[in-house]
């Protein structure tokens, strides 16, 4: 067996397991779409929360920092005796690790808004949450979306180390391709998730350009 | 319409930056409020809207404490113009201006008929302009719309902080000259902060000079420069302010009070060793109550002298005059005009007081020039 090439394992591989990489590819969308979506409603309004607050910049800001510096394995571990062993437990640590690009984006984005565009808000007569919804948000969403990309991104990367704690996904092939030492095995695991990677990319950057206001594009 | 009672600002961190300011400006006011930089201006100003909220005395407005207002409210109700204009950058041109409209819940159409009407007052066309972005305006178009946005909702009451420093001198020229006009046409309060006196002096019915959050003195330009209340503020106005502005110097301040006159019943002979005596060209007519009738020159004496009576023969009326109430430049742009080259200053019952010849004028300004330059040198 180790005789063929990568490629050919590749190909045998795919041949036989197709169903199961759809499979676990259906799961690992799943686990990214989940932990995305809790981490941009979280991340956001944390984000939001931290610019009313100042007192809370340090903490939440420096709080999801730590986080991110946690091994994603180690992190993994530390979940299981809070979720056990599952998807639950990995989507809880893949949310942790998208919370920090977007909440500190979130709070870049409205701190970046110019003073002036703020007072005169305020000055006509806005309230807190009028600037907030009609000024600061739309103005913010470009950097806003920059940081859901990037946590995405990486989310996909860090998904694939959910297989350690069984919750499935393409880390499987990855790790049986590990364990078994079959390398076609790996890239059967490797490959869609990259594509799944640069897909979420392309497809977080149109929508970046698309929700900038169009007043603000060069 | 807009009344300051005792009013004093002390910022969080002990500061104080308004001590204790009085003052009450009718409607149709257009106030300026100079001083240096850290004097209070702008938190004077900012008091009214309570963008920044005064910690003791008494605004009203309207006889209304403006703490009694809901902020936000308040706010709508009072036009905001500040130097860095503000705009929405993501907000087009007419939704700029829309904002405040749109805050009080106006109908969409009537929102943007105010809007084209608005863009028309400030001279932006509003086919061109209404659906541009902000960054595709110039800094004096930007802050046209700024205009614009602050009159959308006809707030009575505006307030403006150095709206014009930041542009060119040009574009600033003009758009002082376009707010004085629009002033004069919708009547609006308006309390205008800049630190500009030449500016001051321009756009001021009267004007508040501050220092170190203090009111020193708020009066009409005229008497901000004849009668400054305080040393810092004959200093802060300057003396060649009068040079510059010759329409707040009172023409009384430069006519010559010794005026040669005589009766229409003088006799040709009686005129000419007058004006022989007193080397002048022209003698002035006046009855017993020195009420003015007109003008002989004094060729026409010369001429006339052998076929003549009484010089009431050869007088001409004089249609150049001036009240006392005239400014230096009234007799500046009258003196072009004027036939004789000399202006009577009158009062109010005709009365000779006084007089300006060409020389007169130009002694009294180029005096007050070479003033001024001394005090610089
Ligand atoms: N938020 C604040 N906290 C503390 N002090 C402040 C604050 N804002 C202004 N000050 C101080 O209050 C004083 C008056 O400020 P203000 O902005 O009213 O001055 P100004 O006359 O408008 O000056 P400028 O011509 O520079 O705009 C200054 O000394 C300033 O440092
Ligand atoms: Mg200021």
Request: negative net charge; aromatic residues 6%.
């Amino acid at each position: 067996m180790n005789n063929l090439s990568i490629w050919q394992q590749l190909v045998e591989q795919s041949q036989m397991r197709w169903k199961e990489v759809l499979e676990a590819t259906s799961v690992h969308i799943q686990l990214v779409f989940f932990s995305m979506l809790i981490a941009i409603i979280l991340g956001v309004t944390l984000g939001i929360l931290v610019t009313r607050v100042p007192q809370l910049t340090t903490l939440v800001l420096g709080g999801t920092g730590v986080m991110q510096t946690i091994p994603s394995l180690a992190l993994l571990g530390f979940m299981i005796p809070i979720f056990g062993i599952g998807v639950k437990t990995a989507i809880a640590a893949l949310f942790l690790y998208s919370l920090l690009p977007i909440a500190r984006n979130t709070y870049a984005g409205i701190k970046d808004v110019d003073p002036a565009t703020r007072e005169a808000a305020k000055g006509m007569g806005m309230t807190s949450m009028q600037i907030l919804f009609k000024v600061e948000l739309p103005l913010a969403i470009p950097v806003i979306m920059a940081g859901i990309r990037t946590a995405a991104v990486i989310n996909v990367g860090n998904a694939t180390l959910a297989a350690f704690i069984g919750a499935g996904g393409l880390g499987d092939f990855i790790f049986l391709g590990i364990t078994r030492g079959i390398d076609g095995l790996i890239l059967l695991g490797a490959v869609p998730a990259a594509l799944l990677a640069i897909i979420l990319e392309v497809f977080f950057g149109s929508l970046e350009r698309w929700t900038t206001p169009k007043g603000l594009k060069a | 319409m807009l009344k300051f009672e005792n009013v004093s600002k002390v910022y969080e961190d002990g500061f104080k930056a308004v001590d204790s300011v009085s003052f009450d400006i009718p409607k149709g006011e257009l106030l300026v409020l100079i001083g240096p930089s850290g004097s209070g201006k702008s938190t004077t100003m900012k008091m009214i809207n309570r963008m920044e909220p005064h910690t003791s005395g008494k605004i009203s407005i309207n006889g209304k404490d403006n703490n009694s207002y809901v902020a936000s409210e308040l706010r709508r109700g009072i036009g905001y113009v500040i130097q860095q204009v503000g705009l929405f950058p993501h907000y087009t041109i007419e939704k700029n201006i829309a904002i405040v409209p749109q805050l009080n819940g106006w109908a969409p159409d009537k929102i943007k008929t105010r809007v084209h009407e608005l863009l028309e007052m400030v001279g932006l066309d509003p086919e061109i302009y209404a659906s541009r972005y902000p960054k595709e305006l110039s800094g004096g178009q930007q802050q046209r719309v700024g205009i614009a946005r602050a009159l959308a909702s006809d707030p009575e009451i505006i307030l403006m902080d150095e709206p014009f420093s930041a542009l060119d001198p040009l574009t600033r020229e003009q758009l002082q000259g376009e707010l004085i006009s629009l002033q004069k046409k919708l009547n609006k309060t308006i309390i205008f902060v800049t630190h500009d006196m030449d500016e001051a002096l321009k756009m001021g019915d009267r004007i508040a000079i501050m220092k170190d959050g203090k009111l020193l003195q708020l009066d009409t330009p005229e008497k901000l420069l004849h009668e400054p209340a305080h040393g810092f503020v004959e200093e802060f106005i300057g003396k060649h302010r009068i040079i510059q502005n010759p329409e707040l110097m009172p023409v009384i301040d430069i006519m010559s009070e010794s005026v040669v006159t005589t009766l229409p019943q003088s006799s040709p002979e009686k005129a000419i060793s007058l004006i022989r005596q007193r080397k002048i060209t022209d003698l002035i007519i006046v009855d017993e109550s020195k009420t003015l009738l007109g003008i002989v020159s004094a060729y026409d004496v010369i001429q006339k002298v052998n076929s003549i009576r009484s010089i009431a023969e050869i007088m001409q009326p004089i249609g150049h005059i001036l009240q006392d109430s005239a400014s230096a430049k009234d007799a500046i742009i009258m003196m072009d005009e004027s036939p004789f080259g000399l202006i009577p200053i009158v009062d109010e019952s005709k009365k000779v007081i006084g007089l300006v010849t060409r020389g007169s004028l130009l002694a009294a300004l180029s005096s007050q020039w070479t003033e001024a330059e001394v005090v610089a040198v």
